[in-house]
């Protein structure tokens, strides 16, 4: 996605900022700081390069990285339940956006309690909004 940030902090209003998610803790939610090509990075608990100064900001809107999702707008991420924990505690609640590979589209991730379902989806085949039952 960096091409695609970099195009949009060229070419958006001057109103658009680029965040990053920063894990201040395990069991927390994510935090965010703003992110250009010259941010100063370090590498994350997981190895992630995250921001390494700035204020923490509120996204209006999060491109959530998927390993699988289904047409209800459920995904599966890395496992460590950061950005369903984030998702339940932004208020007022972010534009979800997941993002990745048709390949990654299945029936059901047979979601659970926990997951929060996504606003959107895009893959290499288009963008869809999730059906709502």
Same mark, same amino acid.
């Given at each position: 996605?960096?091409?695609?940030?970099?195009?949009?902090?060229?070419?958006?209003?001057?109103?658009?900022?680029?965040?990053?998610?920063?894990?201040?803790?395990?069991?927390?939610?994510?935090?965010?700081?703003?992110?250009?090509?010259?941010?100063?990075?370090?590498?994350?608990?997981?190895?992630?390069?995250?921001?390494?100064?700035?204020?923490?900001?509120?996204?209006?809107?999060?491109?959530?990285?998927?390993?699988?999702?289904?047409?209800? &707008?459920?995904?599966?991420?890395?496992?460590?339940?950061?950005?369903?924990?984030?998702?339940?505690?932004?208020?007022?609640?972010?534009?979800?956006? &997941?993002?990745?590979?048709?390949?990654?589209?299945?029936?059901?991730?047979?979601?659970?309690?926990?997951?929060?379902?996504?606003?959107?989806?895009?893959?290499?085949?288009?963008?869809?909004?999730?059906?709502?039952?």
């Amino acid at each position: 996605l960096r091409p695609l940030l970099c195009s949009w902090i060229e070419s958006a209003n001057p109103e658009f900022v680029a965040l990053l998610p920063v894990v201040l803790s395990v069991g927390a939610p994510l935090a965010f700081r703003a992110w250009t090509p010259d941010s100063p990075m370090v590498n994350d608990r997981y190895g992630i390069p995250t921001p390494a100064e700035g204020e923490f900001l509120t996204p209006e809107a999060l491109l959530l990285p998927v390993n699988a999702f289904d047409p209800a &707008g459920y995904r599966i991420g890395y496992g460590g339940g950061f950005f369903d924990r984030t998702l339940a505690a932004l208020q007022p609640a972010p534009l979800s956006i &997941g993002v990745g590979f048709e390949l990654a589209r299945v029936v059901s991730i047979r979601p659970e309690p926990h997951d929060v379902r996504l606003d959107a989806m895009v893959s290499e085949a288009g963008a869809f909004i999730p059906t709502r039952s």
